[in-house]
């Protein structure tokens, strides 16, 4: 393992899984759609999420570990640590997957620092940049 991880590629890839896995979830009868999806699908995008991104990220360091990062698509809390990228001016946190379009699945982001001016955005990995670990504050 490289000492170094490229955040956006490991995201893409999540989003590749999760495009790739998606019929035969839908196919078993697993809820896909964000506002519906149950444990099932959690599990599954937080499994991939884990293994492309959080696992191999904490095997280039002894200071984080998977545990210490929020878990996607429940509120962030304080002290704990997530993915962070650029968009525009402002600094955004992965705070999920969800399907979109065609079954095209996109980053479900949410700016970082309390009371932002700025909603949740809808987007692929290379519309974002500078990313990196960033451990949470109050919100």
Wanted: hydrophobic share 45%; charged share 20%; glycine share 4%.
């Amino acid at each position: 393992m490289s000492d170094q991880i490229d955040l956006q590629r490991q995201l893409v890839l999540v989003l590749r899984a999760l495009e790739a896995v998606l019929p035969y979830a839908e196919e078993a009868g697993i809820v896909t759609d964000y506002e519906s999806a149950y444990d099932e699908w959690e599990d599954i995008v937080q499994a991939f999420y884990s293994s492309f991104v959080l696992l191999p990220l904490c095997d280039t360091t002894t200071r984080l570990s998977p545990h210490m990062f929020h878990r996607l698509g429940f509120e962030f809390e304080a002290k704990k640590y997530a993915i962070v990228a650029a968009y525009g001016q402002h600094t955004f946190a992965v705070f999920d997957f969800i399907k979109g379009a065609n079954n095209r699945m996109l980053l479900v982001l949410r700016p970082v620092g309390a009371k932002s001016e700025v909603s949740d955005l809808l987007v692929l990995p290379e519309d974002c940049e500078n990313f990196g670990v960033e451990a949470l504050t109050a919100f």
